[in-house]
């Protein structure tokens, strides 16, 4: 099983940044939805070329989940 949306990063801060689902992009099943997600990084501050705020026009993501089995 494999599910693919894109997302936007939503904010960032120390170690982390915050990916939320991008307008208009797929729905799924509520028990395969993904409302968030949270990376950590080893930086010490995320990479703002690559992690770029919000509202900027850009950091856009496709996240892609598969299951393995």
Sequence with gaps: MEIRRRFYAAEWG???????????????PNHLDIAQITISTTATTPNTD???ASGSGCGRFEVIIRKLT
């Design 50 to 52: 690559f992690w770029e």
């Design 14 to 28: 120390t170690s982390s940044v915050q990916l939320s689902p991008e307008a208009g992009s797929e729905t799924f």
